[in-house]
């Protein structure tokens, strides 16, 4: 079946670190894939998007880029802040009879000053 | 500005109450959906509609029920409330985009969640 694996956190980085946050799937055809954020309280809000291969989806300084090659889609962000600290979901998602939105675990990082 | 509102933001109740938490949406999505997220963050789908009159069951099983009577409206309500009942509860709806040949994709809109605690 259909599935998102997404490193394991908590990840804690120095603010300016490089990030990384590693997400590879398990699909058949070919799925949109999403990166969404949870701040602290508050519910997910879209981050980025990709909806087909080699596309590049960008926002706020985060990138994730389509490797159906690799089945992956890692997040990456050049400098973070502490007001990236953030719960990050990878999610996958087809559309028509299969549209409900597949979730990873989530990976929580924290970015100290 | 079109939204997606739950109320309440946090709710603490005693067991054996009935309770319904509240979600409505002014986008005029037909697909909603309800997700509890456990202390580890992990995300379950416990239930979604595709329109009115339209229900089902998710991938976790929850003894919540739901009801899509309106459009905009999609209450979720737990009859007798427990301690294992305790989680962020989220609500959703989407709107279908195109991508040509490749078919189409559901842009998901989310809540601002009810934390829900049962004493």
């Known amino acids: 079946g259909n599935s998102v694996t997404q490193m394991e956190g908590p990840v804690t980085l120095s603010e300016e670190a490089f990030l990384t946050i590693n997400c590879t799937y398990t699909?058949?055809?070919?799925?949109?894939l999403f990166w969404y954020v949870q701040y602290p309280g508050e519910g997910l809000q879209l981050l980025l998007k990709?909806?087909?291969?080699?596309d590049k989806g960008s926002n706020k300084g985060f990138e994730a880029t389509y490797r159906k090659e690799t089945t992956s889609f890692h997040l990456e962000k050049g400098s973070v802040q502490v007001s990236d600290s953030a719960v990050y979901f990878c999610?996958?998602?087809?559309?028509?009879?299969?549209?409900?939105?597949?979730f990873g675990k989530g990976t929580k990082l924290s970015v100290k000053p | 500005e079109a939204d997606i509102y739950q109320t309440p933001r946090y709710l603490v109740i005693g067991t054996g109450k009935k309770i319904t938490l509240e979600c409505s949406q002014t986008?005029?999505?037909?697909?909603m959906y309800w997700y509890q997220q456990d202390p580890g963050m992990e995300l379950h789908l416990i239930h979604y509609?595709?329109?009115?009159?339209?229900?089902e069951k998710g991938d976790l099983s929850s003894e919540s029920t739901v009801s899509r009577i309106r459009t905009e409206h999609f209450p979720l309500t737990l009859e007798s409330a427990r301690p294992s009942h305790t989680s962020q509860y989220l609500c959703?709806?989407?709107?279908?985009?195109?991508?040509?040949?490749?078919?189409?994709?559901?842009?998901?809109?989310f809540g601002s969640g009810t934390r829900l605690t049962v004493v």
């Open positions: 990709a909806t087909k291969a080699d």
């Open positions: 699909a058949t055809g070919y799925p949109s």
């Open positions: 986008m005029g999505h037909d697909k």
């Open positions: 959703a709806s989407s709107q279908t985009f195109s991508r040509g040949a490749l078919g189409v994709y559901y842009g998901y809109t």
């Open positions: 999610a996958l998602n087809y559309g028509g009879s299969q549209g409900n939105l597949i």
């Open positions: 509609s595709y329109g009115v009159n339209s229900t």
